[in-house]
């Protein structure tokens, strides 16, 4: 039956797709993918290529510039909800893919919230993928929250007292988008010095960063795909 699916493609490593996304995407018509720029090709679809039929299903790029404006992406959101609703009307099935988990801090957010707008008849299914979190942890075997702990995700541009904040009332502190503030981060972990830290870039793909000494985190210059985990008790 023609329907939207939203599917969580996972981190990066093909392996870490699920079972239920690999099928979605080896059945559905369209492959709708977010792109930054026309130019660009889209991280998440470079993830799914294996699982693609690209003679038989239809590639849709989607146009999401690099902007926390609303203002800027509104038009982007309803062009996005447009292209997807006239496939599913004319009988299509259609996968919007996106890294990690596609309920949590996704593009895929916006355009479910723009789908039941405007197009409330286009049924919607979320499959969900292996977040960024998760596979940083595994990759360097560090222990998320235990027991009772309490365990808080960020995105840097919080801000200094959010992260401040965060860290006194929480045992582990997930910083994602910490590219834009990771000077300012890692100067205010000086006075947390014996946090244990885990920061992973592009975690899952071929030439992920995982690092866990202090000094060399601090001397890394991280790229978009990036993550900061701080632990503060001490397993
Ligand atoms: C818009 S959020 C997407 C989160 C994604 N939906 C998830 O479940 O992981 C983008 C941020 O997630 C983190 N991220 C996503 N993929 C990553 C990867 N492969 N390695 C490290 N961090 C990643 C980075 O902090 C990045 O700035």
């Not at 292996?130 to 560090?142: L, P, R, Y």
Request: proline fraction near 6%.
């Amino acid at each position: 039956m023609s329907r939207l699916f939203l599917v969580g493609v996972g981190p990066g490593d093909p392996e870490l797709l699920t079972r239920k996304a690999e099928r979605v995407l080896r059945e559905v018509d369209v492959i709708a993918a977010p792109v930054t720029a026309p130019s660009e090709s889209s991280q998440a679809l470079g993830i799914v290529r294996e699982f693609l039929d690209e003679r038989r299903q239809h590639l849709l790029p989607l146009l999401f510039p690099m902007s926390s404006d609303r203002a800027t992406l509104e038009p982007h959101w309803q062009e996005a909800c447009r292209l997807v609703a006239e496939r599913v009307d004319a009988g299509k099935t259609v996968a919007f893919i996106t890294l990690g988990d596609p309920l949590f801090y996704a593009t895929s957010l916006y355009l479910l919230e723009r789908m039941r707008q405007d197009y409330p008849e286009v049924p919607v299914e979320v499959v969900p993928g292996v977040s960024s979190i998760s596979a940083a942890a595994a990759e360097g075997k560090f222990t998320l929250a235990e027991g009772a702990e309490r365990l808080a995700v960020l995105p840097a541009t919080a801000g200094e007292a959010a992260i401040s904040a965060a860290l006194q009332q929480n045992d582990t502190l997930v910083l994602l988008k910490v590219k834009p503030a990771f000077g300012a981060v890692m100067a205010l972990l000086d006075a947390y010095p014996d946090a244990r830290l885990l920061f992973a870039q592009r975690v899952g793909m071929a030439d992920q960063v995982i690092l866990s000494d202090r000094a060399a985190i601090a001397n890394h210059q991280p790229d978009y795909l990036s993550l900061l985990i701080v632990r503060q008790t001490k397993r």
